[in-house]
């Protein structure tokens, strides 16, 4: 094996490697800590997958309109290891949600606080300390 075709590897699989960090971002880039939103609507979405769940729900307005959001939350296992189950959230299951909004006013938050049925879960550890 050439050393160019060994040195090409090993940069590919460091490449390979550092995907995952490079795709991840700041939450002070994308989120707006002074804009602290409260959705209720049905769950329509539910992903358990690295570097975040993501959950999309189906908002109504005032109107009457329906619009689609799309709701980040702790990792996986940042979750798991709170008391969450993969089954915690539900596709047509009604919830609330208390997070933050996006900087660019999409319809993107990063959710805090998700109320499934009564039963409130947080996405920060230290909140969740009080409810055991």
Do not use: C
């Not at 959230?89 to 933050?100: E, N, S």
């Amino acid at each position: 094996m050439s050393i160019h075709r060994i040195v090409f590897q090993a940069v590919g699989g460091l490449l390979l490697a550092a995907m995952p960090t490079l795709a991840h971002h700041s939450f002070m880039a994308e989120y707006d800590e002074s804009r602290l939103i409260t959705l209720n609507g049905t769950i329509t979405k539910v992903s358990w997958k690295n570097p975040h769940v993501t959950m999309n729900m189906d908002v109504k307005d005032e109107n009457g309109k329906v619009t689609n959001w799309e709701l980040e939350l702790a990792s996986p296992n940042g979750l798991l290891s709170q008391g969450w189950k993969v089954d915690s959230l539900k596709q047509g299951v009604r919830v609330a949600v208390t997070g933050f909004g996006a900087r660019d006013g999409s319809h993107l938050a990063n959710a805090r606080k998700v109320v499934v049925g009564g039963t409130a879960y947080s996405t920060v550890r230290d909140e969740n300390r009080s409810r055991k």
